[in-house]
């Protein structure tokens, strides 16, 4: 949307870029469930990420950690229907995002940035998890985690120019 039609005190680029961003992670998300689904009904199955031993998405996907980043399961035991999969997590936080996206308020900026702050601390945590316990790397892993720091900084400008176009009514 070019910055003429964008909503005011909306960037011009930002609706754009929230778009290809969450578009990018539901696409990963999808891949990342149909891969670990796959492997659970076929142990041989090898999805396109799995390029080496040491990096191999199928095998991150699969581990405790790609369900519930591996915490859940300690609450309410591993096969419990809360134990889902991180990327069905991931098709939650990105369908929201981009929803949420669409409105111009101050309240759907605040959620916006809090659900963003949210997905960057689990995907610090699950990258830490992919270098020092699985000693893997997991390019679908680390392409999200990427798109999750670039939604906090979209997210964070957002807010930032909301605020600022507030500041000025009130001074105006």
Request: aromatic share 8%.
């Amino acid at each position: 949307m070019p910055a003429s039609r964008a909503p005011a005190g909306v960037p011009g680029w930002e609706r754009s870029v929230r778009v290809l961003l969450c578009a990018l992670g539901l696409l990963l998300s999808v891949y990342a469930l149909h891969v670990e689904l796959s492997r659970e009904h076929d142990p041989k199955y090898r999805a396109m990420c799995d390029l080496a031993e040491s990096v191999s998405c199928s095998k991150v996907f699969t581990s405790r950690w790609g369900r519930g980043f591996g915490l859940v399961q300690f609450v309410t035991g591993k096969d419990s229907a809360l134990n889902q999969p991180n990327s069905l997590l991931g098709i939650v936080f990105y369908s929201l995002q981009l929803g949420l996206g669409q409105m111009v308020s101050g309240s759907a900026a605040h959620v916006l940035v809090l659900t963003s702050w949210v997905s960057v601390a689990g995907s610090i945590y699950l990258a830490s998890i992919l270098a020092f316990v699985l000693g893997d790397f997991c390019v679908v892993c680390v392409s999200t985690y990427i798109i999750n720091i670039a939604l906090l900084y979209t997210n964070l400008k957002r807010r930032m120019a909301l605020r600022s176009k507030l500041q000025k009514n009130k001074t105006g």
